[in-house]
């Protein structure tokens, strides 16, 4: 099938080939590129205009039109290849002839200079970074995402040739935008440190443009309107010659920006480059979106975790007192008595009773009873410090002590220290019989069990014997300490 190259199938030809193209059409004499080609030809320089080539051999070069050049490649052969240099840039060419027909040629430009490497194919070498990088992004730390992102802004910044490139997000409320990620260019000024907290208003030609079109492409800051006064001098503050930015969407609201500046020389932007542009936002928003729900996440598992341990504790703590509950002190129980019998140790259990707490209740009221009550709590838990040891409420006016490795003797101590500590505590009692101040009475129990005793059933005989002392006790008078025997199990 014979080839002819309409000027539309040749312009979708150039524009979407990742090979550097130059196509002459002889009736306008004219050259057109695509943007693969000029990246190659401007390697260092800012635009392709006018490209002036030279018609370059070993002893001599010829500074002819590229018209002239592409005029002569066509009375050779398809393959035919000419080495050139590119005046503006001094980068050494080939072209290659690769088809051509009544209309014009289609030339391939070869980058003598970098052949073998990838600046060759800027488009080829950004699709490379940013695939790298995505896939870095997706799998790195929280602490290493910015570091990623800084990378994709350079990524943008080497093919596109810009001097610095940057993200800006708005704040939770959308009411500030703060300049997050930037990348600069060796002996290019950084500006991250200071664009916090900008509001809409600052720039309002700037954002007005984004959000009508999602992007702002400026290729030189003297075409700015009039309105944009506030944008003019905030570009020349930043030495910005051209701009580039491309609004960062969530849904239908914009969430920031990424941007490029052009600041050593003028740049006209390409339609590639708001392409990739618009990728490496949708990358950065992709990764922030993920490393935002990853935090939601976190916080609402820390959430869960904390209003757990809260509720546990609830479920094991005494409301009033904030001492252990009857529940916690059951389980603690068989658990120390199971220790016990392991290492053959004795253990000591209190029964402790607030004498006269009803006369005390009617006589001061509930409140004021509770408040009695805490005192009480405080005083057992402050004496009963060993590690190991266990206070809790055992139910109304009633305490227990757990005393782990405490035989007989050692647990009367304690006794007596607690019965002399709460008297301390002065607590008037007008209506007790026996006392003007609050007083307990103790009863305790102490046994080393065995190994194959079962400790529900010594738990059981454990508080009963307390609780026969703890009557002994009052039966005795109140505010003193009984024990029955010490015995084995
Ligand atoms: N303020 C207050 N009182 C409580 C609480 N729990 C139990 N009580 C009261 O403690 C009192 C216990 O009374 P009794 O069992 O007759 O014992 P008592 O008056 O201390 O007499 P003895 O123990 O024989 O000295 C009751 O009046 C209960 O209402 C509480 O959480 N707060």
């Not at 289609?106 to 699709?127: G, I, M, R, V």
């Amino acid at each position: 099938m014979a080839w002819h190259l309409s000027a539309q199938r040749t312009d979708y030809l150039i524009k979407n080939s990742s090979m550097a193209l130059l196509w002459f059409d002889r009736e306008q004499q004219q050259l057109s590129l695509n943007s693969s080609a000029e990246h190659c030809l401007t390697l260092g320089l800012t635009s392709p205009d006018n490209v002036s080539l030279a018609l370059l051999q070993q002893h001599w070069q010829a500074l002819l039109s590229a018209p002239t050049i592409a005029t002569f490649l066509m009375q050779g052969d398809v393959g035919d290849t000419l080495p050139i240099l590119h005046i503006q840039s001094q980068r050494r060419c080939s072209l290659q002839l690769t088809t051509q027909d009544a209309g014009g040629c289609l030339l391939l430009l070869t980058d003598a200079d970098n052949e073998q490497s990838d600046k060759a194919n800027p488009t080829q070498q950004f699709d490379r970074a940013l695939s790298e990088i995505s896939t870095q992004l997706i799998r790195c730390s929280a602490e290493q995402v910015d570091q990623h992102i800084v990378a994709a802004l350079e990524a943008f910044a080497q093919c596109s040739y810009s001097d610095r490139c940057y993200v800006f997000l708005f704040d939770d409320d959308g009411e500030v935008i703060n300049n997050s990620h930037e990348w600069a260019a060796v002996g290019v000024s950084r500006h991250a440190h200071e664009l916090k907290g900008l509001q809409e208003s600052d720039l309002p030609w700037f954002f007005q443009c984004l959000r009508e079109q999602q992007q702002m492409v400026l290729n030189h800051i003297d075409s700015l309107p009039r309105a944009a006064q506030a944008e003019h001098d905030e570009f020349k503050r930043e030495q910005i010659r051209s701009i580039l930015c491309v609004g960062i969407f969530a849904s239908d609201r914009m969430i920031g920006f990424v941007g490029a500046d052009a600041v050593k020389q003028q740049r006209d932007w390409t339609h590639d480059d708001i392409r990739r542009l618009r990728l490496v936002g949708n990358v950065i928003f992709n990764t922030l979106q993920r490393h935002w729900d990853q935090q939601a996440l976190d916080t609402a598992r820390e959430h869960m975790q904390a209003l757990n341990q809260r509720l546990q504790r609830q479920a094991h703590q005494d409301g009033l007192t904030g001492l252990a509950n009857r529940r916690a002190l059951d389980r603690c129980l068989l658990l120390e008595l199971r220790r016990a019998a392991r290492q053959q140790q004795a253990l000591s259990l209190l029964l402790i009773d607030i004498d006269y707490f009803k006369a005390y209740n009617d006589y001061f009221g509930h409140l004021h009873g509770d408040q009695a009550l805490k005192t009480v709590a405080r005083v057992l838990q402050e004496h009963a410090q060993r590690s190991g040891d266990m206070v809790s409420r055992y139910g109304g006016e009633e305490f227990v002590i757990v005393l782990p490795a405490t035989d007989q003797q050692q647990a009367e101590q304690l006794g007596q220290r607690l019965l002399a500590n709460l008297r301390a505590e002065q607590i008037a009692h007008p209506a007790s019989p026996t006392a003007q101040v609050l007083t307990i009475s103790i009863g305790a129990h102490s046994i080393t069990p065995e190994a194959k005793s079962a400790p529900q059933q010594l738990a059981t005989r454990l508080l009963k014997a307390a609780d026969d002392a703890l009557y002994y006790a009052k039966k005795q008078g109140r505010d003193r300490y009984c024990c029955s025997r010490s015995i084995s199990y």
